[in-house]
C-alpha cells in the first residue's frame, strides 16, 4: 500500500498545481484588454469548471474536450492565417526571423542551456511522458475505449496532432517577432515625441508598429489580437473562447483524475481493510452512492484548492517555465516510478518508495532553487549555483532518472537484506523483458492498467504483513 499511496500523493501535487497553471493562463491573458480583475476572472473560471465536472463526469470530461479542441485549432488557425497577411506575408515573417537569427539552432549540449536541440528535443520530449505515460489524466481517456488496441491507436494518432498544435503556436512567435521588431521599434511609443505613423515611410514590409505594452510576456498574444483584429467581428470572441477552451478542457480532466486516483487509491483500500474478501466484492448499491457523493464532493474540494492555488502562480514566472517545473518537479518522480515497474525485474516496495522520495526531493530542490535566485527578467545569475542553472527542460528527466537508479540500487540492497525471491510475473514487464514466446492470458490482457505497478504493489502487502 506504501508504493500506491505515495504516487497517489505526488500525483494529486503535480495535478493541482498544473490546474493552478491552467486556470491563471487565460486569467492573466484577458487582464491585458479588459478591466475584469485577475483574481475574479481565476475565481469565476474555477466555479464554473468544478461545477460541470462535478455533475457531468467523465463523460463530460471526453465530449468537451472534442469540442474544445475543434475551437483550438480553428482559431490557432484563424490568427496564423491573418496574422501572417498582416505581418507582409509569410516570405517576410520568414525572411525577418532568419535575418535576425531566430531560426538558428542552438546545438549547444550544455544543459544549463536554457532552449537549445538538445533540452527542447529530449528533454521536452520527456516532459511530456508523464502526460502519456502515467498519468491518470490520460489513463481515464484511454480506459473509455472499446479495446486496447483502440486506446493504443488513440496515442499514435494524438502524436501527430500533438505535434502540428506545437509547431502553429510556435509560428505564432515568429509573426509577432516579425510584426513588432521593426525599424519603428527604436522609437518607442509615440506618446510624448514628434514621429507619428503620418511622417514615416517605410520602403519595404508592413506598416510599421509601436511595441507593445504588457506587464507579462505571455499577454502578447491576446494584446496583437485586440489591437489588431478589434475590426473584424468575431475573432476577439474565437480566440477567448480558444483560451477557456484549453483551460476547461484541461481542469475538467484533472479534476475528474484527482477524484478518481483519490477514491481508488486512498479511500477504497482504507475501507476495504476493515472488510474481509469475501465482503469487498459485495458492495451495496447504498455504498455506491456513497461513492459517488464523495467522488463529487472531492471534485468541489480539489476545485476550490486550485483556485487558490491558482491566485498565486503569478509569482512563479511565465507560463511556458511554471508548465515544464510542474511537470518535472511531480510528473519525473511518477514516471521514475512505473518505469521501475516495468524496467527492473528486481524492484522492490521499499526501493520504489525510496526511489520516488529522493527523485521528488532533487527535483523539488533544484526547482524551487531556481525560482528564488532568478532576476527580475527571468533568467538566473552566471554565479548562481549550476544545478540551479540546468533548464526546466531537463527537471523531468533528472527526477525521473534519479527515481529508476536510486530505486534500483535500493531494491538489490532490500532484496541482498531481506533474502527476497519473489518471482516477477511477465505480464507486468517491458514486451521486450518478457519471456521469448511468452503470450499473455486474457484475463490478464484485460485487467487494470496500474499493472506496472501491481508487482510492487503486492511486494508492499507482503512487507506490510511481515513488519506486523
Known sequence: MTVRICGALVFILQTTFYMAVVLYAP?????????????????????????????????????TDVFQYAVILGSILTILIIGTRDAGGASYVWNYNLERGHLDLNWNPDPTERMSVWSCAIGGGINALPVFVSSQISVQRFLTAKSLKDSQKSIFYCLPWKFLM????????????????????????????????????????????????????????IYFVN??????PGIQGLFVACLYAGCMSSMASGLNSLAAVVLSDIVRPWKNRKLSSSKQHQLSSEEDLKEVIISKTLTVTFGVISVFLGMLAPKLGSLVRMTHTVFGATGGPILGLFSLG???????????????VVGFIM?????????????????????????YRISFFWYCAISAGLTMLIGSLVSEIDRRVSHLTCHVDPSLLAPFLRPQGWVSSSSTSNGSTDMALSQLLKEDASDSDDEM
Not at 491585458?32 to 457531468?56: E, K, Q
Not at 516495468?342 to 520516488?356: E, M, N, P, Y
Not at 527535483?363 to 544545478?387: C, Q, R, T
Open 27 to 63: 486569467a492573466l491573458a484577458l487582464e491585458a484588454v479588459t478591466d475584469f480583475p485577475l483574481l475574479a476572472m481565476i475565481t469565476l473560471t474555477g466555479v464554473v469548471c468544478t461545477i460541470y465536472t462535478a455533475l457531468g463526469g467523465i463523460k463530460a470530461v471526453i465530449w
Open 166 to 221: 506545437v509547431s502553429l503556436i510556435a509560428s505564432h512567435g515568429l509573426i509577432l517577432f516579425a510584426f513588432y521588431n521593426n525599424f519603428m521599434t527604436p522609437l518607442g511609443p509615440a506618446i510624448g515625441t514628434n514621429q507619428t505613423l503620418s511622417n514615416i515611410t517605410e520602403p519595404s514590409g508592413p506598416m510599421p508598429h509601436y511595441t507593445p505594452h504588457y506587464e507579462k510576456s505571455d499577454q502578447i498574444l
Open 227 to 232: 489591437r489588431e483584429f478589434s475590426k473584424i
Open 363 to 387: 527535483a523539488v530542490w533544484i526547482s524551487v532553487g531556481a525560482m528564488i535566485y532568478k532576476d527580475d527578467n527571468g533568467e538566473i545569475p552566471d554565479d548562481v549555483f549550476w544545478l
Open 342 to 356: 516495468i524496467l527492473c525485474k528486481r524492484s522492490t516496495s521499499r526501493g520504489a518508495v525510496v526511489g520516488l
